[in-house]
């Protein structure tokens, strides 16, 4: 039977679990590692502690909704690696119904998968940006009778940017240039890490990041021009990182900050229209999701964090 549920504005069930995640309250732990893909999840939460090591059995969610969340602890330290699929729309249920089950601040890193508009980040490549804004495909463009004519100019809006934290991006990159050194020097075809550029979010896979499908009206062949034109350091295109910053820069309660950071490995050239190969996943993935594990146990949460790290079942 399923579960009943109250409060139309902010919907939870009976026992307080938020309505698309379908977690609550010491369900999630104060540092979230999230990625897009399901399978990237699982993989990742192999490296948490034992059951044995952590004292807990760990946590594991899978909502009807697309959303997957695995609480256990890395270096005795507790952490969630939550999968949310794909887009900004997940991002925002994501931000927001885990911020609505946890206590105090909360860290973020989101490990994805990109394209690169950066010759020097093939491929392989790890990029950590700065900061990210979004490209939205203008709908009033495409609609015969926009409520605004102006909206005939422009069919996709370029926004400007949200940048991430400083002080989780700077670990965050010193975490990931130390896993991948190692790599490179054994001659694998992975790295460099790239840093301090900006990552786009499309609202799209498909128009809002330029790429050419003549089956639609998308008049997308000057929208990545326009967005280089307007943010000259654009390393990377994908869907949520931007969001995620955005939203965490709207959080309004200061005892409760969002702080976020993002990486990801770059799987579409740009440039050259190339792609990763499978065999280069498999052996970037494991090693990018400690580095952000490495990275998420050493932010200097407030102690109040702690405290809401209830994490009991
Ligand atoms: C598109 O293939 C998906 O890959 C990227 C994009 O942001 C989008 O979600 O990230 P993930 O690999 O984390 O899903
Ligand atoms: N994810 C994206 O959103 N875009 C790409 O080109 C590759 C992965």
Redesign the pocket.
């Known amino acids: 039977m399923k579960e009943t549920l109250s409060n139309a504005n902010f919907p939870r069930d009976g026992e307080g679990r938020v309505y698309h995640i379908g977690v609550k309250t010491g369900d999630v732990a104060n540092r979230i590692l999230t990625v897009g893909d399901h399978v990237r999840a699982r993989a990742i939460a192999k490296e948490l502690d034992s059951e044995e090591e952590a004292g807990h059995p760990t946590f594991v969610k899978q909502s009807q909704r697309g959303f997957l969340t695995i609480t256990g602890r890395y270096k005795g330290v507790p952490v969630s690696i939550m999968a949310i699929g794909m887009g900004n729309c997940m991002m925002d249920f994501f931000v927001r119904e885990t911020r609505a089950v946890t206590v105090g601040p909360i860290a973020i890193i989101r490990f ?4 690169s508009l950066n010759k020097d980040a093939p491929p392989g490549a790890i990029v950590v940006p700065r900061a990210g804004y979004c490209i939205r495909r203008n709908i009033d463009y495409f609609c015969e009778e926009p409520l605004d004519p102006k909206a005939k100019e422009s069919p996709y809006l370029i926004s400007g940017v949200f940048t991430a934290d400083k002080q989780m991006t700077d670990l965050l990159a010193s975490s990931m240039k130390d896993a991948i050194h190692p790599l490179v020097e054994e001659g694998a075809s992975v790295g460099p890490v790239v840093v301090g550029g900006l990552n786009a979010d ?1 609202c799209s ?1 498909y128009s809002a ?1 330029g790429r050419i499908d003549p089956t639609f009206w998308d008049d997308n062949e000057g929208v990545i021009a326009d967005a280089q034109a307007k943010h000259p350091d654009t390393d990377s ?3 949520e990182t931007s969001m995620l910053f955005h939203l965490a820069a709207c959080a309004r309660d200061p005892a409760s900050p969002i702080r976020a950071a993002g990486c990801m490995q770059v ?2 050239d ?1 440039v050259n229209n190339g792609f990763i190969q499978p065999e280069v996943v498999a052996l970037l993935e494991p090693v990018v999701g400690k580095a952000v594990l490495e990275a998420l146990i050493q932010v200097d949460l407030e102690p109040v964090a702690e405290q809401g790290t209830v994490w009991e079942r």
Do not use: K
């Open positions: 994805g998968s990109c394209g499309g896979f990041q295109l994908e869907m799987f579409a740009r």
